[in-house]
């Protein structure tokens, strides 16, 4: 190597050491070299990046802008009908055709329309007809699954309404976007406003604010006055839930609260001035008025669809846009029996119109359902006398107490956890219990001693929980759910399919006694579910519903396993001693085997019948409903009687339909294998009577092969009831019954309030 490769060489090896310099500047300041991504990791390079893609967005929402154009009005603007069927496939009713008329904006009130924007869109006359935040929010949500978001404006609403769908695609959502600034653009605000109150689905079938003033409030859109406008804005949210002619408790609250938010916002606005706003009080809309073909029963039926429908996720607004066709599981054969019943058994014995000597017969409803034991279809319903009186279905309300008609689930809890008496003993149908009133219950933190009816001691004072079923005594089933736990007897009622609304005394005895609430429906289902060996039925009236662009598949009503055949057909077979020895032997009948309970709640605003056999579920409830109060009032004096208990007119209008609903076919015995009545009471009871008023004491046979007990004639809680059976025709099982029989007043002197465990049901 000459002097000059190694003078080179000598300054590589240099320059390669050298900690700054243009060496440096390839090192940074540490004089380290820099590696991998952190490279390319620098300002310019992470500008260049967000400036490119920011470029490319707004590349792409220019396209978008320019592709996207309002199309032609969707399908949903001109509505179709609806067809309901009969299970048989004959038409039942048409609903759901166009019932919409359209306004010119100055033929609505600038109230009006302020109370729209107030609770919708404050910011209407300012935007540009989008909530950006809100459809992010939307597109995020919607992405990732995480459920639907609101914050559209007035704009974007009448877009979706007018053309497009209410599908919660991200597609949808930025077209809607993209229109609704063109919309904005081409059209004036209050050509926006008009288009939105016209196209907005407000319920009742009613489409546009014309139609909405007519079905809510029986005037046309221009005479609505600032409190009617601030009920229908704040309806248009959930229609079916806020209806306040059958909105539930819950739904009044969430409709009150959107009501007082309309008003308030109008405030905030500087549209209504706050002294004013303190006057205006919420104005109950009128009873919704039946479509032409929904007569008779035709409009609860619909009703009841469409509430099923809905917990299926098919909407309101869904429905009533048409084109469906929609079979109902209902036996156009049995629907007829089922009023027939109501009407000879209980219609036709009131005198409505007779106010002064016949004051409780305005206050009567009837409600009933009727379900296929075998396959949970509901074949028959009376929801009431017809929608104009009475825009609830009875069949479905859930504002009364199910009362005595609920102690079964007691029974069958304590049978399915293998539960014990006090004393140790397993809790079987013959088991024995004190059956003394007013007995204080032992082992529950809260102090109860119910009362029996008539203050009647049954036993001497042990009988057998056959015998006290047939005889619905209070003191006994009160004794029973302390046993059993209430928080497992609660467990067994929803698995059954009662449904846990406010007030269910989860940890109190007097649940026994039936204090929660349920409809008839629910009770059809529990009763239906000890008559399927403990497999769940769910009670549904929908067979099919079919559209062009849905895919509907109604759930199976035959669940799964929820007591053991053991459980279930040992209720079963207790039940069905009701029917022969007991409060429910006024549906005693050689046509046919069946199972019941009778159930009275206190002061007797309610009175029920749920039997059932092989073939047919079916329950049967009274309400006494103040016309004008809608309190609830006592039956007593119905049809100029006493006591209208369970066995009263629900038994007798059970009677009457099973009777016609099971002629001409052959009917069946329960298949109750697997019942287990357990050991029989050693015969040592006296049959002779204590003192406390009244004693009844069963005589000592075995409950395995037959039914005692003091039958009650009203069938609940060991209420007695003038107008049933007073004289058991089997001798030798009759206890001693009370010497007299009080003759109840025409008039309950107990104000309708809050349950009192104490007195009974």
């Given at each position: 190597m000459g002097r000059a490769e190694a003078r080179r060489a000598q300054q590589q090896r240099g320059a390669r050491k050298a900690p700054s310099g243009r060496a440096g500047k390839s090192t940074g300041k540490t004089g380290k070299k820099r590696s991998g991504i952190r490279r390319f990791l620098n300002w310019k390079t992470i500008l260049g990046t967000f400036l490119?893609?920011?470029?490319?967005?707004?590349?792409?929402a220019v396209a978008l802008y320019f592709s996207v154009d309002p199309p032609d009005p969707n399908?949903?603007?001109?509505?179709?009908?609806?067809?309901?069927?009969?299970?048989?496939?004959?038409i039942m009713a048409r609903t759901g055709q166009m019932n919409r008329e359209i306004l010119p904006i100055d033929k609505i009130p600038e109230d009006v329309r302020t109370a729209f924007i107030a609770i919708e869109n404050k910011s209407f006359y300012k935007d540009s007809g989008v909530d950006a935040i809100g459809v992010a929010r939307g597109l995020f949500n919607t992405a990732t699954g995480r459920g639907k978001a609101g914050g559209s404006t007035i704009t974007q609403q009448y877009v979706k309404n007018y053309y497009l769908t209410q599908d919660q695609s991200a597609t949808r959502k930025l077209r809607e976007l993209v229109i609704s600034i063109k919309v904005d653009q081409r059209m004036k605000k209050n050509e926006i406003l008009a288009g939105y109150l016209n196209t907005n689905f407000y319920g009742r079938n009613a489409y546009g604010i014309q139609a909405a003033a007519q079905a809510y409030y029986g005037i046309d859109?221009?005479?609505?006055?600032?409190?009617?406008?601030?009920?229908?804005?704040?309806?248009?949210?959930?229609?079916?839930?806020?209806?306040?002619?059958?909105?539930?408790?819950?739904?009044?609250?969430?409709?009150?609260?959107?009501?007082?938010?309309?008003?308030?916002?109008?405030?905030?606005?500087?549209?209504?001035?706050?002294?004013?706003?303190a006057t205006l009080k919420f104005q109950e809309p009128i009873k919704p008025k039946p479509l032409p073909g929904m007569d008779g029963q035709k409009g609860y039926l619909v009703q009841a669809a469409k509430q099923e429908l809905g917990r299926q996720g098919i909407k309101d607004a869904d429905i009533a846009a048409g084109g469906w066709t929609i079979?109902?599981?209902v036996d156009k054969k049995k629907q007829a029996a089922l009023e027939k019943a109501v009407d000879d058994e209980l219609e036709s014995k009131l005198d409505r119109k007779n106010t002064k000597d016949r004051p409780q017969d305005q206050s009567v409803q009837a409600g009933a359902t009727s379900v296929d034991a075998k396959t949970g279809a509901i074949v028959a319903m009376y929801g009431g006398v017809g929608l104009t009186e009475k825009a609830e279905s009875n069949a479905l309300r859930t504002d009364f107490q199910p009362g005595s008609t609920f102690k079964p689930v007691v029974l069958a809890t304590a049978l399915e956890t293998g539960a014990k008496t006090q004393d140790g003993r397993p809790i079987t149908p013959n088991a024995l219990y004190d059956g003394t009133s007013k007995r204080p219950v032992v082992g529950s933190a809260t102090a109860f001693a119910p009362q029996n009816q008539?203050?009647?001691?049954?036993?001497?004072?042990?009988?057998?929980?056959?015998?006290?079923?047939?005889?619905?005594?209070?003191?006994?089933?009160?004794?029973?759910?302390?046993?059993?736990?209430?928080?497992?007897?609660k467990e067994t009622a929803l698995a059954l399919g009662m449904r846990d609304r406010d007030g269910w005394p989860a940890d109190r005895p007097a649940m026994s006694l039936g204090t929660m609430s349920a409809n008839t429906v629910e009770m059809a289902g529990v009763y239906a579910t000890f008559g399927n060996h403990g497999k769940k039925v769910t009670p549904t009236i929908v067979k099919k519903a079919e559209h062009a662009d849905a895919d509907f598949k109604p759930v199976n009503p035959i669940g799964g396993q929820v007591?053991?055949?053991?459980?279930?057909?040992?209720?079963?077979?207790?039940?069905?001693?009701?029917?022969?020895?007991?409060?429910?032997?006024?549906v005693r009948s050689s046509a046919?085997?069946?199972?019941?309970?009778?159930?009275?709640?206190?002061?007797?605003?309610?009175?029920?019948?749920?039997?059932?056999?092989?073939?047919?579920?079916?329950?049967?409830?009274?309400?006494?409903?103040?016309?004008?109060?809608?309190?609830?009032?006592?039956?007593?004096?119905?049809?100029?009687?006493?006591?209208?208990?369970?066995?009263?007119?629900?038994?007798?209008?059970?009677?009457?339909?099973?009777?016609?609903?099971?002629?001409?076919?052959?009917?069946?015995?329960?298949?109750?294998?697997?019942?287990?009545?357990?050991?029989?009471?050693?015969?040592?009871?006296?049959?002779?009577?204590?003192?406390?008023?009244?004693?009844v004491a069963p005589t000592p046979t075995s409950s395995a092969t037959r039914s005692t007990g003091s039958p009650d004639p009203t069938g609940s809680s060991?209420?007695?009831?003038?107008?049933?059976?007073?004289?058991?025709?089997?001798?030798?099982?009759?206890?001693?019954?009370?010497?007299?029989?009080?003759?109840?007043?025409?008039?309950?002197?107990?104000p309708p309030g809050p349950p009192n465990p104490l007195l009974g049901r």
């Open positions: 490119g893609g920011a470029l490319l967005l707004i590349i792409g399908k949903n603007a001109i509505l179709q009908s609806n067809t309901y069927k009969y299970a048989d496939g004959s859109a221009e005479k609505l006055n600032l409190e009617q406008a601030a009920y229908l804005a704040a309806v248009i949210q959930a229609p079916s839930q806020y209806d306040w002619a059958i909105a539930g408790p819950n739904g009044k609250r969430l409709v009150m609260i959107r009501f007082n938010a309309v008003l308030d916002n109008m405030v905030e606005m500087g549209k209504l001035d706050q002294a004013k706003r079979t109902l599981n008539d203050n009647i001691n049954y036993g001497d004072p042990m009988l057998t929980v056959q015998e006290a079923t047939n005889s619905s005594v209070n003191s006994v089933y009160a004794q029973m759910i302390v046993d059993a736990k209430p928080e497992k007897v007591l053991t055949a053991k459980t279930a057909d040992t209720v079963t077979k207790v039940l069905t001693g009701v029917v022969e020895d007991g409060s429910g032997k006024a046919y085997e069946a199972a019941g309970k009778t159930g009275t709640t206190e002061s007797n605003v309610a009175a029920w019948f749920t039997g059932y056999t092989p073939e047919l579920v079916t329950v049967v409830a009274m309400f006494g409903e103040d016309p004008n109060t809608h309190n609830q009032v006592t039956l007593t004096g119905t049809a100029g009687k006493g006591r209208a208990g369970g066995s009263s007119f629900p038994a007798q209008i059970w009677q009457a339909y099973t009777t016609a609903a099971l002629r001409g076919q052959t009917t069946g015995q329960f298949d109750l294998e697997d019942a287990e009545m357990g050991t029989p009471p050693a015969p040592t009871r006296s049959p002779s009577p204590t003192a406390s008023n009244q004693t060991g209420k007695p009831d003038p107008t049933g059976p007073t004289k058991d025709p089997t001798p030798t099982k009759k206890p001693t019954p009370p010497t007299k029989d009080p003759t109840p007043p025409t008039k309950d002197p107990t």
